[in-house]
């Protein structure tokens, strides 16, 4: 089995926050939406490979530019070193920031339901929808109301074993799914850097997770 890697979510601008989870990440993700501008100072101290992620405030997070600006502040992140850009399957200018991002850039596509899990057969449709469109990662997260909304998003890497995708469930009843993620074929999970800072419900902390895994010496 292959040692789960953990994507630690940059969420602030204060370094001191990014110093404290440098020797535990695999890779970050940096959320440019809550990060604000001086996302570009902390890239001095980025020692691992990143994603650029800014998301819009009917996805979740806190832009409140234009979709235009967004794509230029993703596509200006690519151009500073970020080896990822994620962008949601919903974008309206979805083919033209496929496009330029992949310039210099792999693509992640993600879909966000913040309501429920859907059944395993439209998961698999909207995953399929993301490689056709480009994609080198899928990323599905669904919100778990019950166990068993885990086990449904946990399956979902086992159908598309040859393809990269990250599937978790959103909340505290989601919780194992990132736990369990990496573990059932996720090419990786997400975690806060620290607790307060966390970018969606239900998520753990990078030191939190690498506890986890090392009580099962799975590091």
């Given at each position: ?123 698999v449709l909207l ?39 990250v599937s978790m ?51």
């Amino acid at each position: 089995m292959n040692k789960p890697r953990i994507c630690t979510v940059i969420t602030t601008a204060d370094s001191g926050i990014l110093r404290e989870v440098a020797g535990i990440s695999d890779l970050y993700e940096l959320r440019l939406d809550l990060i604000g501008k001086d996302w570009q100072r902390l890239l001095l101290l980025i020692d691992k490979p990143w994603i650029a992620t800014c998301r819009s405030a009917r996805e979740g997070g806190k832009w409140n530019g234009s979709e235009q600006e967004r794509s230029h502040e993703l596509i200006k992140a690519c151009r500073a070193g970020a080896c990822m850009a994620d962008i949601e399957l919903t974008s309206p200018i979805l083919e033209k920031l496929v496009h330029e991002i992949k310039k210099t850039a792999r693509l992640v596509l993600s879909y966000h339901n913040f309501e429920l899990t859907p059944p395993i057969e439209e998961l698999v449709l909207l995953a399929k929808q993301g490689f056709v469109h480009g994609a080198d990662i899928v990323k599905i997260a669904t919100t778990a109301r019950c166990l068993e909304d885990n086990l449904t998003v946990l399956k979902l890497a086992r159908v598309f074993k040859n393809r990269e995708i990250v599937s978790m469930a959103m909340g505290e009843a989601g919780i194992c799914s990132r736990i369990l993620g990496p573990l059932s074929g996720n090419t990786f999970t997400y975690a806060a850097a620290a607790c307060g800072f966390e970018s969606a419900s239900g998520q753990l902390t990078t030191s939190q997770l690498r506890k986890i895994y090392s009580l099962f010496e799975l590091l």
